[in-house]
């Protein structure tokens, strides 16, 4: 029998493994299977993670550790990469991290690179600034929280996701739902999912006919 689709943690475990950590814990408390990939740039994961990217990425890669901007473009192609292939072979359904000005703009280049109605969610303390090109035309869901309360922030995402198979035949009937619910007030924003390998102009047109 095969697994359940998972919902990607993804993130900078090298300073932020705690906060990723819980996140897994939500989703896994909620029946949901989580799959944890550590794209720290840093070092290597200091928690068990699903898959760490450090290694193969720049630890063994003399040359993309040779400068900040040059580690970061070799973890995004590679962690892109990665996530493109789980999502294609149907072992992703959405994607979800946290993190600050880095992680932010590592995190989300990744997430750009699955389809619209894929859920994605961006757990952010830059995300007050202007964004227009870290979402580009992508439908990630930022969520800020201010630095010193980042894993408080954390605390607040009560229920990321919530999904249900569809039969497997034609195009997914199953629907991804993204709910952030804070303190005061909840944030539910729901995906009708396109077919899996469907062109960016009928994914455009899907959305034209929301209602």
């Not at 894993?151 to 039969?167: K, T, W, Y």
């Amino acid at each position: 029998m095969s697994k359940p689709p998972a919902i990607a943690v993804i993130g900078t475990f090298d300073s932020k493994a705690e906060e990723h950590q819980f996140i897994k814990a939500g989703i896994e408390s909620r029946g949901q299977s989580a799959l944890t990939i550590n794209v720290g740039t840093k070092g290597p994961s200091p928690v068990p993670v699903s898959l760490d990217l450090y290694p193969q990425v720049i630890e063994k890669k003399p040359a993309a550790s040779s400068g900040r901007d040059t580690a970061i473009e070799a973890m995004i192609k590679a962690a892109s990469e990665q996530v493109t292939r789980l999502y294609n072979s149907g072992q992703l359904v959405g994607i979800i991290s946290a993190g600050g000005g880095t992680g932010t703009h590592l995190c989300s280049a990744i997430m750009r690179k699955l389809p619209l109605g894929v859920a994605k969610v961006m757990v952010s303390t830059v995300a007050s600034r202007d964004m227009s090109q870290i979402v580009a035309t992508k439908d990630i869901v930022m969520f800020h929280i201010h630095e010193s309360d980042l894993f408080i922030g954390v605390n607040a995402v009560r229920q990321l996701f919530g999904h249900r198979q569809g039969d497997g035949n034609g195009p997914e009937s199953s629907i991804c739902r993204q709910e952030l619910v804070t303190d005061s007030l909840p944030v539910i924003i729901t995906h009708e999912p396109f077919q899996r390998g469907e062109s960016a102009d009928a994914q455009h047109e899907h959305v034209r006919s929301f209602p």
